[in-house]
């Protein structure tokens, strides 16, 4: 079974300074591991992913993550924040030992319980 | 790019009825989900169809039932609706292979509010 945990339910930066989210994970196999951010009364969209190519992983919006095997983080950054980065920010893990079983099916994404990140003027 | 499309957006019914929630895949996408998101919680997964057949489950409860038809489009039918399936419904669609994840992309959502 895999978890994700996101270790603040809010961050507040101001304009222009960098962006910390921070997430661990716990996974029996190597994971597939995402961002997806949720505007207001918006839908999910995907930030970046990581599926065991390169640790440091670039996404959309000037924002990347890395991933750290050894402390079962993948954290989210951004070095300058900006007013419409204001959003609500989910770590998700996919439990990829489903690909490993004869006949196993696909299975729902586990998210974090996501980080309020709020952006001061 | 084409997208999830979802439908309706927004959908209001009351205690004991119920609803029936549409979702188009992005085309040549094989894999549906649908995911319950309450009001200030992340997304709990319900319920996935690969070609067409259920895939897996999560918690989706007895009430709710779904299915994948021939054109890949998914519905999700609840009935003897609660005041707590109030929420936020999404759907996602994904390729599927045996040896790797691809990543799900979401549609914007169905808002259901049972009053």
């Known amino acids: 079974a895999q978890s994700v945990t996101q270790l603040d339910s809010h961050v507040s930066v101001s304009e222009g300074t960098p962006v910390l989210l921070r997430c661990n994970y716990s996974?029996?196999?190597?994971?597939?591991l995402f961002w997806y951010v949720q505007h207001p009364n918006k839908g999910l969209q995907l930030l970046l992913k990581?599926?065991?190519?390169?640790?440091l992983v670039k996404g959309i919006n000037g924002f990347e993550a890395e991933f750290k095997k050894s402390e079962t983080s993948f954290h989210l950054t951004k070095p300058s924040a900006h007013m419409s980065d204001a959003a609500e920010y989910f770590c998700?893990?996919?439990?990829?030992?489903?690909?490993?079983?004869?006949?196993?099916?696909?299975?729902?994404?586990?998210f974090g319980k996501g980080t309020h990140l709020i952006i001061q003027p | 790019a084409a997208g999830v499309i979802q439908s309706p957006r927004h959908l209001i019914k009351e205690k004991r009825e119920t609803a029936t929630l549409k979702c188009y895949p992005i085309?040549?996408?094989?894999?549906v989900y649908w995911y319950q998101q309450g009001p200030g919680q992340d997304p709990q997964f319900l319920i996935s169809?690969?070609?067409?057949?259920?895939?897996d489950k999560g918690s989706i409860p007895d009430r709710f039932s779904a299915q994948q038809f021939s054109d890949y489009h998914s519905e999700l039918n609840m009935s003897s609706l609660e005041l707590g399936d109030s929420a936020l419904y999404f759907c996602?669609?994904?390729?599927?292979?045996?040896?790797?994840?691809?990543?799900?992309?979401f549609g914007p959502g169905t808002r259901l509010t049972v009053t």
């Open positions: 996602a669609s994904s390729l599927r292979s045996w040896d790797r994840t691809y990543e799900q992309y």
């Open positions: 996974s029996s196999y190597s994971p597939s």
């Open positions: 085309p040549r996408h094989d894999t």
């Open positions: 169809f690969y070609e067409k057949m259920q895939s």
């Open positions: 990581y599926t065991s190519a390169a640790t």
């Open positions: 998700v893990v996919s439990d990829d030992s489903k690909l490993r079983s004869p006949g196993g099916g696909a299975d729902g994404l586990t």
